[in-house]
């Protein structure tokens, strides 16, 4: 099966990827290893992936913790209708966030902010005061906000969430399990714990770059599949490519047919809720 047309024919929404020009002063994530994503990844070089797995529109999300590249993405979803949100970057713990948020609130296309919480050296970063003031602040303006988190921080997660239980948050990658090694047990227990707070959704994506980049079957990313489902239910999970980071590993189509794949269990609306209707209705966007 290729891409997303898996289920009943909809609306298809890519709820995660990226768009960067490439400087490796701001790109120190991208390893030597990850030598193939050194270089631009622009709109025209997605546009004929999603063409060819039957995508309707995508949300771009931040790469780099700047205003500028959240401008800058912006501009990219004002130029290309497609590009229907932004999760960009806003220095959450700034006295200037109010004017960061007064001037991106204006953008209709802007729909939450992140921030790579996961390389930040205390595991404990999501409960300091600043930090809570700036995701107290998102709620004012109805924006959402996705958690970029290893295992270790989906309990300290679980800890911010019921501190705002009426924002919208949203876990990118599955919190990104060690899908490599097989480790199950103590994520599957704290992502369960974490999918009790009803105002958390998901994305099916990430997986590949957790995986044995070379040599990952589709049957390796069942398990976790399975948590993720059973876990937050078919109403609050939605897929996501995480492209270009994930060609490292896999084409875009073999990527999201991991997922589409496996949705084939599902029923034709189920199918319709985790490829669009999910993102659509969680992130604000058009349903049609």
Same mark, same amino acid.
């Given at each position: 099966?290729?891409?997303?047309?898996?289920?009943?024919?909809?609306?298809?929404?890519?709820?995660?990827?990226?768009?960067?020009?490439?400087?490796?002063?701001?790109?120190?994530?991208?390893?030597?290893?990850?030598?193939?994503?050194?270089?631009?990844?622009?709109?025209?070089?997605?546009?004929?992936?999603?063409?060819?797995?039957?995508?309707?529109?995508?949300?771009?999300?931040?790469?780099?913790?700047?205003?500028?590249?959240? !401008?800058? /993405?912006?501009? =990219? $979803? &004002?130029?290309?209708?497609?590009?229907?949100?932004?999760? +960009?970057? *806003?220095?959450?713990?700034?006295?200037?966030?109010?004017?960061?948020?007064?001037?991106?609130?204006?953008?209709?296309?802007?729909?939450?902010?992140?921030?790579?919480?996961?390389?930040?050296?205390?595991?404990?970063?999501?409960?300091?005061?600043?930090?809570?003031?700036?995701?107290?602040?998102?709620?004012?303006?109805?924006?959402?906000?996705?958690?970029?988190?290893?295992?270790?921080?989906?309990?300290?997660?679980?800890?911010?969430?019921?501190?705002?239980?009426?924002?919208?948050?949203?876990?990118?990658?599955?919190?990104?399990?060690?899908?490599?090694?097989?480790?199950?047990?103590?994520?599957? !227990?704290? /992502?369960?714990? =974490? $999918? &009790?707070?009803?105002?958390?959704?998901?994305?099916?994506? +990430?997986? *590949?770059?957790?995986?044995?980049?070379?040599?990952?079957?589709?049957?390796?990313?069942?398990?976790?599949?399975?948590?993720?489902?059973?876990?937050?239910?078919?109403?609050?999970?939605?897929?996501?490519?995480?492209?270009?980071?994930?060609?490292?590993?896999?084409?875009?189509?073999?990527?999201?047919?991991?997922?589409?794949?496996?949705?084939?269990?599902?029923?034709?609306?189920?199918?319709?809720?985790?490829?669009?209707?999910?993102?659509?209705?969680?992130?604000?966007?058009?349903?049609?």
């Amino acid at each position: 099966m290729n891409g997303f047309r898996a289920g009943a024919m909809c609306r298809r929404l890519d709820s995660h990827q990226h768009f960067w020009r490439y400087d490796p002063r701001h790109f120190g994530w991208v390893t030597a290893e990850m030598a193939a994503i050194r270089r631009d990844f622009l709109p025209g070089d997605l546009r004929p992936l999603l063409d060819a797995a039957g995508v309707d529109a995508t949300v771009a999300v931040q790469a780099r913790q700047s205003l500028e590249e959240t !401008r800058w /993405l912006l501009d =990219l $979803a &004002r130029e290309h209708a497609w590009i229907e949100g932004v999760v +960009g970057w *806003v220095d959450l713990r700034s006295p200037g966030l109010p004017a960061q948020l007064e001037e991106f609130a204006r953008e209709a296309k802007f729909v939450g902010g992140r921030h790579v919480v996961h390389d930040e050296p205390d595991d404990t970063f999501m409960l300091r005061p600043d930090f809570m003031r700036g995701i107290a602040a998102l709620a004012e303006y109805g924006l959402a906000y996705d958690l970029l988190l290893f295992p270790r921080h989906l309990s300290v997660a679980a800890r911010l969430v019921d501190a705002f239980p009426e924002q919208v948050f949203v876990l990118d990658h599955l919190a990104k399990p060690r899908i490599a090694t097989g480790e199950l047990e103590s994520w599957a !227990r704290d /992502l369960r714990e =974490l $999918a &009790r707070r009803p105002r958390v959704s998901c994305k099916l994506s +990430g997986m *590949v770059t957790e995986a044995n980049w070379s040599g990952w079957r589709a049957e390796d990313f069942v398990p976790y599949l399975d948590v993720a489902l059973e876990a937050f239910g078919a109403e609050r999970v939605m897929i996501g490519s995480d492209w270009p980071v994930c060609t490292v590993a896999g084409t875009y189509g073999e990527v999201t047919a991991i997922v589409t794949d496996y949705l084939a269990r599902l029923s034709a609306d189920e199918q319709e809720a985790v490829c669009g209707g999910n993102c659509a209705r969680i992130y604000g966007l058009p349903f049609v």
